[in-house]
């Protein structure tokens, strides 16, 4: 570690002509550290500088506590505290109690980036990967041109390929920007940079094209050009995975409904509500983990599965035996009972938790982006569309190699031969409810990852269900899943051109359409049962 | 000879309904507009609006269980006529305000100042001309349900499948009306409306007036849709309820017959809703929600199904009681109230308010003809 | 954990018993003055209505312990009208003209004010209406506490083009489709052009009620702002669509160092519903914080844990003003000595009364109030720290001066007695 002075004097010596600060060193930290009490963001911004200027070994401790939102200035002075609480003095580095009179120092956006920037090119050497990574985005972002020197110490260390990568983009990016460079150089700079191909590379090409001449703007056009192709085929790529996810979600919500309307002919109104039981259920579980065992907290929504299959499944259980058995046969008086169901189930939430939104945190294993092929996937939309394919798969084991799916199939295809065969049939109605009132809840803790947890919930979602059952072809499952996909990958490429609300109500017309030619869905169940 | 038969045609019930509207057409007019207010005689304002908002509901369930409780179409978008017969008399309505608007525009309704629009769109054509207007309420609605219908029953899309693809075509509307594009308004609809053919909307006159136009225009729904279900072709609708295939196979066209109750039920819908916007002074995207049109159907169902008088005392009796539970410590249980209400009907009461009467009826008379066989036996007993 | 069950019960009984209670002694000289509260409790806007009926509830409890009004004591009645605009007209009638009612404090989306309003003008009643709007409205009957666009849009769009904003040159105007983001953006399309913004760096964009699938928008807003000027994005969009917006927004990775978004329909209650750990920074535009630091929003925020019973509860902007609006009816009738609607009306500009933000807001002539207009940051406690706000008080303009059509307008109920008097026509309406 011993460049790491030397670095610093040089960094030192670049921001000091650059941010003409008057003094340096262990002073200069005390000068800097200063200004915080002044509690304005132009005091704040001299005392960022004056920080990073000051090559003190705590700056990076400070710059870090100060975007956490843990540094706290005032009349004692100035403190902060590290990650795990301990606090200190700033000035001098040493353990001290922070004093209840210092006040958060407060940040905006602006001197976010500046922190930020700061901090980039403090922490270009450090031995955590994960931060050198971080630094060299920094400085990419703020094409500093004080930080080169330290990017070109770091490139001639880097072994990590990716921090490797980003940090020859970040010098790329500064030496085009810096109009002083031989033009030689910045038109390499600027064929490396289109070379990275993504937004934050076109962005800053596009930034320089209008300023730059004669070659070096041809090559800049050229890689824009380039990049908008490129980004024009990935485009579609995008739209057919976002349709993909949308349609995931359609799916997860029908799914239940297809057992219960597709397979057993239950006009289920109240299917939304399961829905909504699954995203409360999510919601106590993880509140319940947060009071109780918070280190666990992101097993809340694995844990919330098996817990919203239950609660909605007895649910949908007690709604079957209570008021469903009834009306067999009779399908649009349960359209009627179930509609009522949902009412009361709705307005039941309301009193009991509160008409607002809830809030459920998304586990850290589904949150924030990857790229694949140039595409920006996010985690929670990869889990879900995995996680409707999980419960698509078990459902169609469930019906197709369980004892209990053979029963539910032969009391859906004829009651009375599979009662004669000596199968309870009324056990099996409550058991198929309660299985396809169960996935419903299931659909419930998805979605309360990207949907609001709240009383509505469930109607949001009600009538998109039925069409994509309907679509599908009523007790068809693979009908379902390949309605539910054609419908979100349909809708993605319709709302690019028409805008989302006219891309809806398109599809609902062309749907309308579709079952005047196919009156059943796409995969019609043949056979007698069809005309009853 | 025609009265007689029309007479015949009523039925006891649908008599005893005539009459009552027929009452109400003069009676609230009278308490509200000639007794004097703090007499106990007296119909306030308030009610006269309530009562003509409810006698518009109860014609829309009369026109639903028209093609729901008589031919077995199953409508959860019948709200969707209603809708754009309300808004082609809101179009008329606005176009009504000429310069009394805020931006004090002689044609563009505020809205349409407001969001920059240089000149009227075609659509709102000809709506100052009243004529225009009351065509349209029942032409759109009608040409609506033609298309729809025609498409629909020829390629023989029936029981749940109808019902949902109706709920699909109300919520295509009903996300289309709120596009601000469409020029109808947007989320906002169409309000604060004037005058209606020269007559302040917001004078007591006027709604006493429309009040009485609203008991007869239920009253005339009603006759028109007892003598379709009285006639032969209403026979062959029952028909087609209770087995579509077999009456196609004796040879009935099927699919005519349904269009034409469905067009005429549509038709029936948009006339309700055009009464029902001057005297609730709004029409919004909102009336197209698939919600409030499965709400009507709940009316039909706790009225009692194919008995058209149960259909409209349904959505009397809904919306009361919507009235009632809305107002105070009530407020939060509204919702349990209605839902409820839907599940005890369906379960224990399957023909409604009707039926149960019916019920309550036929277990009297039997009770008596019990004791009058009683009666004769005891007598025959003696020697 | 605590559900607000007993809260929301509480609730419902505190104003049941408000209801049912007879009279205390110290009141049984008078009948009580009744005070109509028209906001959903069931339906789509229970989410957002139901607190402002609570807080009037508080309100009226507070006011009757410190004696009433007039020597009266209020009485709340509370009624539902359940989401449903055609409801609303119904149910202030009922209020008006069944109830008597002295005044109405209710409403919150725009449809359900329009759809009250000729009731309240052929019934001449009071309606105090709490929530920011799309201006383009002055009627004689109704106040309004809420923020005008001038009060809410204008210096958030400022702010974002100063320095400390991040001198913003690119901008995407996102909303839900209905009239109040729509005449928001078209002002802030026309006060952005006079800017200097060309019109190919505005990017609008309207989403349905209730918008849940967002991928497609958030990348848009994405590539947009990948043309290397800096870029903000002013968000119009309502009430429940908003979490899966945001959810979307730190999925994909835009962080508000990068493209920040300012929100005028987010506050402390919507944040309640979400993980706001990755919308740090995110901006949001009102005339009030619950993290302001001031010794009556402290003793608001106070009182108001101790009604609803919960150290959760939370205070947002339309709570705020519905405490303006009440607090300058009060002394308006204490002004007057009556309730008499047409005094009451007459004496409410000029009335004053202190904001939770340490400023004291006046009735202004064409019904709106002076307002601070504060821009804050999303916090990870889904509080906001305020980073910015208007060196005094803004005054509600209700005709704006960015549109062709309602820039020669004013309201003034005081001089002119008129709600849309034209300055070129010289004459009302």
């Known amino acids: ?532 | ?383 | 954990m605590s559900f607000t069950r007993r809260g929301v019960l509480g609730a419902a009984l505190g104003g049941a018993t408000v209801l049912a209670s007879g009279y205390r002694p110290a009141f049984a000289q008078a009948a009580p003055i009744k005070v109509g509260i028209l906001h959903s409790l069931s339906g789509t806007m229970a989410i957002s209505e139901t607190t402002l009926k609570d807080v009037m509830l508080m309100l009226i409890e507070q006011q009757n312990a410190k004696g009433g009004l007039l020597g009266r004591k209020l009485e709340a009645v509370v009624v539902d009208p359940a989401s449903n605009w055609p409801l609303f007209a119904e149910k202030a009638r009922e209020l008006i003209s069944k109830e008597k009612v002295s005044s109405v404090f209710g409403c919150w989306t725009s449809v359900s004010r329009k759809s009250v309003l000729p009731v309240f003008k052929e019934l001449n009643n009071i309606l105090f209406y709490p929530v920011q709007y799309e201006g383009e409205e002055s009627e004689r009957n109704v106040f309004y506490t809420g923020a005008a666009p001038n009060q809410q849009a204008i210096p958030a769009v400022d702010y974002l083009m100063s320095k400390d904003g991040g001198e913003a040159k690119r901008w995407v105007l996102a909303g839900t489709d209905y009239v109040y983001p729509r005449t928001t953006n078209k002002i802030l399309e026309a006060y952005l052009i006079s800017k200097g913004v060309a019109p190919a760096d505005i990017m609008i964009n309207y989403t349905p009620f209730g918008h849940s699938d967002w991928q497609t928008i958030v990348s848009d807003i994405k590539k947009f702002g990948s043309a290397g000027k800096k870029t903000a994005v002013v968000s119009t969009i309502n009430g429940d669509a908003n979490v899966p917006f945001y959810k979307e927004l730190g999925n994909q990775g835009i962080k508000a160092t990068d493209i920040p978004v300012v929100a005028f329909s987010v506050g402390e209650e919507e944040l309640a519903g979400i993980d706001t750990k990755p919308l740090l920074g995110h901006l949001a535009a009102w005339n009030y914080f619950q993290s302001v630091k001031d010794p009556a929003n402290e003793a608001f925020i106070k009182a108001w844990k101790a009604y609803k019973k919960s150290d959760k509860a939370v205070t947002n902007d339309p709570m705020e003003a519905h405490v303006i609006g009440f607090n300058m009816w009060v002394k308006a009738v204490e002004k007057v000595g009556t309730v008499d609607i047409d005094k009451v009306i007459d004496a409410l500009p000029g009335i004053t009364a202190p904001n939770l933000t340490g400023g004291v807001s006046t009735m202004l002539p064409n019904h709106h109030i002076t307002k601070p207009v504060l821009i804050g940051e999303v916090r990870a406690d889904g509080q906001f720290d305020v980073v910015w706000q208007t060196k005094g008080l803004v005054a509600g303009d209700a005709w704006t001066d960015h549109l062709p059509g309602s820039k020669d307008l004013e309201a003034d109920w005081v001089t002119l007695k008129c709600g849309n008097y034209n300055t070129v026509l010289k004459k009302c309406g």
């Not at chain 1, 098996?306 to 709604?319: K, M, Q, R, Y």
């Not at chain 2, 009243?130 to 023989?156: D, E, H, K, N, Q």
């Open chain 1, 1 to 532: 570690m011993s460049f790491l002075p030397a670095l610093r004097a040089l960094l030192l010596a670049c921001a000091l002509s650059f941010l003409a600060l008057a003094s340096a060193g262990a002073q200069g930290l005390d000068a800097a550290v200063e200004r915080f009490k002044a509690d304005s963001f132009s005091d704040t911004e001299a005392g960022i500088a004056g920080v990073a200027a000051s090559g003190s070994p705590q700056g990076v401790a400070i710059l870090e506590a100060l975007l956490d939102r843990r540094l706290f200035a005032g009349a004692p002075g100035v403190f902060f505290r590290d990650k795990a609480g301990q606090g200190f003095n700033a000035a001098t580095g040493s353990p001290a109690t922070v004093p209840a009179e210092a006040g958060m120092v407060r940040l905006n956006n602006r001197l976010r980036n500046l922190v930020q920037a700061a901090l980039g090119s403090m922490t270009l050497l450090s031995p955590d990967p994960a931060q050198r990574f971080r630094a060299a985005e920094a400085v990419f972002k703020s094409r500093d041109a004080t930080a080169l020197p330290a990017v070109e110490q770091a490139l001639a260390k880097e072994t990590v390929r990716n921090v490797r990568r980003v940090l020859e983009e970040a010098r790329a990016a500064i030496i085009l920007s810096t109009t002083t460079a031989p033009e030689a150089d910045r038109i390499a700079a600027a064929q490396r940079i289109a070379e990275a191909g993504d937004n934050d590379a076109v962005a800053i090409l596009r930034q320089f094209s209008a300023q730059s001449t004669g070659g070096l703007k041809a090559v800049i056009d050229q890689g824009i050009t380039a990049i908008e192709q490129a980004q024009r085929i990935r485009a579609w790529v995008q739209t057919v995975w976002f349709g993909v996810s949308l349609g995931s979600v359609l799916l997860l919500a029908a799914i239940g409904l297809a057992i219960t309307f597709g397979v057993m002919g239950v006009i289920n109104m109240a299917h939304g509500e399961m829905v909504m039981i699954g995203a409360y259920v999510t919601f106590v579980v993880q509140e319940l983990f947060r009071s109780h065992a918070p280190h666990l907290l992101d097993w809340s929504l694995p844990i919330s599965i098996p817990l919203a299959f239950l609660t909605s499944g007895l649910v949908g259980i007690a709604i079957e035996r209570g008021v469903i058995r009834f009306l067999y046969g009779r399908p649009l008086e349960t359209l009627l009972a179930t509609f009522g169901i949902s009412l009361v189930l709705q307005q039941a939430i309301r009193t009991w938790f509160g008409p607002t939104n809830r809030e459920v945190s998304a586990p850290s294993w589904m949150a924030g982006s990857f790229e694949f092929l140039g595409l920006q996937i996010t985690y929670g939309r990869l889990w879900i569309v995995v996680f409707t394919l999980v419960v698509f798969a078990a459902l169609l084991l469930i019906l197709k190699a369980t004892p209990l799916g053979l029963q539910m199939r032969a009391v859906t295809q004829n009651r009375r031969m599979a009662s004669a065969m000596g199968i309870r049939t009324r056990f099996v109605d409550a058991m198929t409810f309660g299985l396809g009132s169960g996935i419903a809840g299931i659909a419930g803790v998805a979605l309360s990852q990207i949907d609001n947890v709240s009383p509505n919930l469930g109607q949001g979602y009600i009538i998109d269900s039925f069409m994509v059952v309907v679509f599908g072809g009523v007790g068809n499952l693979w009908g379902t899943l390949v309605a539910a996909f054609t419908l979100g990958i349909a809708n993605k490429i319709l709302e690019p051109f028409a805008g989302a609300v006219l891309g809806k109500i398109l599809i609902l017309v062309l749907l309308i359409l579709f079952i005047q030619k196919r009156p059943r869905g796409l995969f019609a169940l043949k056979g007698r049962a069809v005309e009853q």
């Open chain 2, 1 to 383: 000879m025609i009265t007689m038969r029309l007479v015949k045609l009523m039925e006891g019930r649908g008599l005893i309904f005539l009459a009552i509207l027929a009452a109400l057409a003069v009676l609230v007019p009278v308490c509200n507009l000639l007794v004097p207010p703090g007499s106990a005689f007296h119909i306030s304002n308030g009610t006269v609006v309530l009562l003509g908002k409810y006698l518009c509901y109860a014609m829309l369930a009369v026109a639903l269980d028209l093609v729901w409780g008589y031919c077995g179409i199953l409508s959860l978008g019948h709200g969707a006529f209603f809708a754009l017969g309300g808004y082609a008399m809101g179009m008329y309505l606005m176009r009504q305000i000429g310069t009394r608007g805020v931006y004090g525009n002689p044609i563009l309704p505020d809205f349409m100042v407001f969001l920059n629009y240089k000149e009227l769109p075609i659509t709102w054509w000809g709506f100052q001309h009243f004529p225009y207007a009351m065509l349209m309420v029942v032409l759109v609605p009608g040409i609506l349900a033609f298309v729809f219908g025609w498409l629909t029953f020829r390629s023989r899309v029936t029981g749940v499948y109808l019902s949902i693809i109706t709920q699909a075509m109300t919520y295509a509307l009903w996300l289309s009306f709120f596009r601000n594009d469409m020029g109808f308004g947007g989320n906002n609809g169409l309000t604060d409306f004037k005058d209606i053919l020269g007559y302040n909307v917001q004078a007591q006159s006027t709604r006493a007036s429309l009040f009485v136009v609203t008991c007869i225009a239920l009253m005339l729904t009603f006759i028109a849709a007892r003598l379709i279900v009285a006639s032969t072709y209403g026979k062959v609708l029952v028909a087609i309820r209770d087995a579509e295939s077999r009456t196609r196979f004796i040879g009935y066209r099927v699919e005519h017959h349904k269009l034409l109750v469905w067009v005429v039920s549509a038709m029936m819908a948009g006339v309700a809703g055009a009464l029902y916007v001057p005297q609730v002074g709004i029409i919004n995207p909102s009336e197209f929600h698939p919600a409030n049109s499965i709400e009507a159907v709940v009316w039909v169902a706790i009225g009692g199904r194919g008995t058209l008088v149960g259909a409209a005392l349904g959505a009397v009796v809904v919306n009361y009681l919507k009235t009632i539970f809305t107002t105070g410590w009530l407020a939060a249980y509204w919702l349990f109230a209605l839902g409820g209400l839907f599940v005890l009907v369906t379960l224990v009461m399957p023909k409604g308010i009707i039926g149960v009467w019916e019920d309550v009826k036929a277990r009297l008379r039997e009770r008596k003809a019990i004791a009058a066989g009683r009666a004769g036996a005891a007598a025959e007993g003696k020697p």
